[in-house]
């Protein structure tokens, strides 16, 4: 008995996939784990700003103890230790037992050195700010910086300072601390930033944010009209700002040929890593008419040779005003 067997077109079952097909594939694959990577990347983030705000409520908790038991808020240096722990001949009492540090990487706009909490006494122990970032908003918390304090997680400000210090006398000498790493100066205070006038060959740093509000009452000319900062001529350093700011700067030009700015004259010049916010600019109207208009700033105003400069932020409220020639 012939038993035939029907034919198979094994040419058909044994066909792979086309190039064309591989393609769409591997194509749609790697949309999928692009949405995977960003949805994850997302999660990541928000988990990081949920820790940052954790973190300072946890602090917060801890200075109220602190206040209880000392009728202040730690100082700087206690603060730097890195631990709130205190002994004492009845034992040791820790308020915390090692201080948080802000999420290592940066999220959203915040820069690397918005990403961590600064605290700042205020009042001599009084009441603190701590400053933290945030990559989104969080419940009625803005992104971006944001300032604690004793009243609360949000204070309204973004951005948290020292107390101005209305001991600081710009006619006083002073001396700068050396940075060893690098032998740059460090500017500690509005005063020291006006004195590097004294001294416009050597490089200077910035140690922490500067809170100049108070330069508008400066009067270094003796006239019977503060007029604040005089600018810095013939700056021919480097500057580094390492993300600080220097906050309500008051400015006024007593010269009628220089530059208007912090640095009025740079040359040959590097400048990094500056954040400027709420500046004010006084200038004699005869300069803005007849001089240039073009010699304002808020860091320098006329440079000969510049290396480079990186001035990351200017915040709003920054002003220039006209006044009358004396």
Same mark, same amino acid.
């Given at each position: 008995?012939?038993?035939?067997?029907?034919?198979?077109?094994?040419?058909?079952?044994?066909?792979?996939?086309?190039?064309?097909? +591989? +393609?769409?594939?591997?194509?749609?694959?790697?949309?999928?784990?692009?949405?995977?990577?960003?949805? +994850?990347?997302?999660?990541?983030?928000?988990?990081?700003?949920? *820790?940052?705000?954790?973190?300072? *409520?946890?602090?917060?908790?801890?200075?109220?103890?602190?206040?209880?038991?000392?009728?202040?808020?730690?100082?700087?240096?206690?603060?730097?230790?890195?631990?709130?722990?205190?002994?004492?001949?009845?034992?040791?009492?820790?308020?915390?037992?090692?201080?948080?540090?802000?999420?290592?990487?940066?999220?959203?706009?915040c820069s690397v050195g918005d990403n961590q909490f600064d605290y700042i006494p205020i009042n001599d122990g009084a009441s603190y700010n701590i400053s933290y970032c945030l990559g989104a908003p969080v419940a009625n918390i803005n992104s971006g910086l944001n300032c604690a304090s004793a009243d609360g997680l949000n204070t309204g400000l973004t951005l948290c300072l020292p107390d101005p210090n209305p001991s600081c006398n710009p006619s006083d000498s002073v001396s700068f601390d050396i940075n060893p790493g690098n032998n740059y100066r460090e500017v500690?205070?509005?005063?020291?930033?006006?004195?590097?006038?004294?001294?416009?060959?050597? =490089?200077?740093?910035?140690?922490?944010?500067?809170?100049?509000?108070?330069?508008?009452?400066?009067?270094?000319?003796?006239?019977?009209?503060?007029?604040?900062?005089?600018?810095?001529?013939?700056?021919?350093?480097?500057?580094?700002?390492?993300?600080?700011?220097?906050?309500?700067?008051?400015?006024?030009?007593?010269?009628?040929?220089?530059?208007?700015?912090?640095?009025?004259?740079?040359?040959?010049?590097?400048?990094?890593?500056?954040?400027?916010?709420?500046?004010?600019?006084?200038?004699?109207?005869?300069?803005?008419?007849?001089?240039?208009? =073009?010699?304002? =700033?808020?860091?320098?105003?006329?440079?000969?040779?510049?290396?480079?400069? =990186?001035?990351?932020?200017?915040?709003?409220?920054?002003?220039?005003?006209?006044?009358?020639?004396?």
């Amino acid at each position: 008995m012939n038993i035939k067997y029907p034919q198979i077109n094994n040419k058909s079952a044994l066909a792979g996939f086309t190039l064309i097909e +591989l +393609l769409v594939v591997i194509a749609i694959i790697g949309i999928l784990a692009t949405i995977a990577t960003i949805g +994850l990347t997302s999660v990541r983030a928000k988990a990081r700003d949920t *820790k940052r705000i954790a973190d300072v *409520k946890q602090t917060q908790t801890a200075l109220e103890v602190f206040y209880s038991d000392h009728n202040r808020y730690p100082t700087e240096d206690e603060w730097l230790t890195g631990s709130l722990v205190e002994d004492t001949a009845n034992g040791t009492t820790t308020y915390m037992a090692k201080l948080p540090v802000a999420p290592t990487i940066a999220d959203g706009a915040c820069s690397v050195g918005d990403n961590q909490f600064d605290y700042i006494p205020i009042n001599d122990g009084a009441s603190y700010n701590i400053s933290y970032c945030l990559g989104a908003p969080v419940a009625n918390i803005n992104s971006g910086l944001n300032c604690a304090s004793a009243d609360g997680l949000n204070t309204g400000l973004t951005l948290c300072l020292p107390d101005p210090n209305p001991s600081c006398n710009p006619s006083d000498s002073v001396s700068f601390d050396i940075n060893p790493g690098n032998n740059y100066r460090e500017v500690h205070t509005c005063c020291e930033l006006q004195h590097i006038a004294d001294d416009p060959t050597q =490089s200077y740093e910035l140690a922490n944010n500067l809170n100049c509000n108070n330069t508008n009452t400066w009067n270094l000319d003796g006239s019977s009209v503060p007029h604040g900062f005089t600018p810095i001529q013939n700056f021919s350093g480097d500057f580094k700002g390492h993300d600080f700011r220097i906050d309500g700067l008051y400015i006024y030009n007593p010269a009628l040929t220089d530059g208007v700015g912090i640095f009025g004259t740079a040359d040959g010049s590097s400048f990094s890593n500056i954040r400027l916010s709420n500046f004010n600019i006084f200038l004699d109207k005869s300069y803005y008419i007849n001089i240039s208009q =073009s010699r304002i =700033s808020g860091l320098f105003g006329i440079f000969v040779s510049l290396i480079s400069c =990186s001035v990351l932020s200017f915040l709003l409220d920054n002003t220039v005003a006209i006044v009358p020639s004396r």
